[in-house]
């Protein structure tokens, strides 16, 4: 890993465009004012360049250069093939 570059886990919600993944990432937050944790979703575009996660996959992503208007992450592995059945 080059510099302070972002690594984030997250599970596989869309793989239906050619080399690019949507990678949901849930973190716990503290609401500013109720003083409570909070799950925060986000959904990140991630570049797949051989196309090996699947919807349902947990991946770890990390952060690189604007590859195009939305994606600015990279899929670096699959942590856990989805469960069948």
Same mark, same amino acid.
Request: proline share 1%.
């Given at each position: 890993?080059?510099?302070?570059?972002?690594?984030?886990?997250?599970?596989?919600?869309?793989?239906?465009?050619?080399?690019?993944?949507?990678?949901?990432? %849930?973190?716990?937050?503290?609401?500013?004012?109720?003083?409570?944790? @909070? #799950? !925060?979703?986000? *959904?990140? $575009?991630?570049?797949?360049?051989?196309?090996?996660?699947?919807?349902?996959?947990?991946?770890?992503?990390?952060? %690189?250069?604007?590859?195009?208007?939305?994606?600015?992450?990279?899929? @670096? #592995? !699959?942590?856990? *093939?989805? $469960?069948?059945?």
């Amino acid at each position: 890993m080059q510099g302070n570059k972002k690594v984030l886990e997250g599970i596989v919600t869309s793989d239906k465009m050619n080399k690019t993944r949507v990678v949901q990432v %849930t973190s716990r937050k503290k609401h500013s004012f109720y003083d409570k944790i @909070v #799950k !925060v979703n986000k *959904k990140y $575009k991630v570049h797949d360049e051989e196309n090996e996660s699947q919807q349902g996959d947990k991946v770890r992503i990390i952060e %690189t250069r604007p590859l195009s208007k939305d994606k600015r992450y990279t899929l @670096v #592995k !699959v942590i856990e *093939k989805r $469960k069948l059945g």
